[in-house]
């Protein structure tokens, strides 16, 4: 037991956790109880509104320690004053986070203690909301949440399913033990510290004229999730972002390029000093034959474009002699595992992660689903939103990464020596 509560980072964690109001205000009583049993110390501070779903004697009593509520209670200020318990903290997890606590974290306000608290605390911060689909999807809360992350707050979930309006969708409180286990994610050791990661993202414009291009729908959620996945991870990240509409995430070092010439150029100018390529850029596959110096007009007829193949870069980057390991991806609407695994093997790729598109799946969802395939076999990973399941996908590059690495000796060995050992690898793939 000591020793799972020593793996888990949790144990000794002083915990303060912030309860908004909202009908999942309940499980957070199941959260005490289960922080406390994976070591860590909790104080409970809750809102006004919080107050109202569950009183704060219930959580006195789980906390075994006094639960504050007010800003302007003279005895709870005197036994541990609003500024000492925020330094106190070593983590705030707020759970449920209400659409209107987010909004007013968002916002920097500080009209209530639990809002005080986290304006007053240096604590990373965990929020764990839950709300109506509808409130959730709102471009309101998701520009604040945007915010937050971009400030550092790790959002656990929500999760999806049904909720207390008899309504099914994302938005839900995930499950006590899912949070004590994400919070135990946040906290222990970093697979990939010291690590370089080299991320692309998002779609390419290929000029036809000065304002016509031709783009493809992908968003550059997945990448930019993969970014902060692989950051939060402890790398060292480059994310090199084609024409997209999304917040750095925290720590991330961005280059924007809009082309796939210029995508090519800046990830090649960079691979050889990395540890991990992940390609999750959708590049174009095509560029027009040669961009027009001024706008196209109409001719009554049909307009014909000629066009030329752009460049692989990922196959430029596992071509080159000193490499870093190498991931892909694989946009798919049929055959996902077998077209995914001869895209492993003709682009020579270390592994890639497949997912289906189309009919609200992949480029413009939130949630997605990957097949992840190496030369050793195929591993599923759940249906999740993008940040999750870029967390997953993060720690099963990483576990991989330390094979190859191992297994390849120093990455500063020569690319031959390198595709010696690998030899070895290939064959067993070709007898399966
Ligand atoms: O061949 P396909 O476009 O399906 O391959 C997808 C994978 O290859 C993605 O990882 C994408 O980033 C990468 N790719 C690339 N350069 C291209 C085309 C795709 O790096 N020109």
Known sequence: MAQLEARNGLAGLRVLLGVSGGIAAYKACELVRRLREAG??????????????????????????????????????????????????????????????????????????????????????????????????????????????????????????????AESGLGRLLEPHQIVAELAALRGPKALTGKRVLVSAGPTYEDIDPVRFIGNRSSGRMGFAVAQAAMEQGASVELVAGPVHLQTPAGVARVDVRSARDMREAVLARAQHSDIYIGAAAVGDFRPHEVAAHKLKKTGGALTLSLNENPDILAAVAALKQRPYVVGFAAETQNIEGYARAKLERKKLDLIAANKVGEGEGFDACQNEILLISRDGAERLARADKLALARQLVERIAEKYADWESSNGNRKDTGRARSKARAPRRTRMRGK
């Open 40 to 165: 860590a110390e909790v104080r409970v501070v809750l809102t006004e509104n919080a107050a109202r779903f569950v009183t704060p004697l219930t959580f006195q009593a789980l906390s075994g320690q006094p639960v504050r509520s007010g800003l302007w209670d003279e005895a709870a200020e005197a036994a541990m004053g609003h500024l000492e318990l925020a330094h106190w903290a070593q983590h705030i997890v707020i759970a449920p986070a209400s659409a209107d606590l987010v909004a007013r974290l968002a916002h920097g306000f500080a009209d209530d203690l639990l809002t005080t608290l986290c304006l007053a605390s240096t604590a990373p911060l965990a929020i764990a909301p839950a709300m109506n689909l509808r409130m959730w999807a709102h471009a309101a809360t998701q520009a604040n949440v945007a915010t937050l992350r971009g400030r550092g707050a790790a959002f656990l979930g929500p999760g999806e399913g049904r909720m207390a309006e």
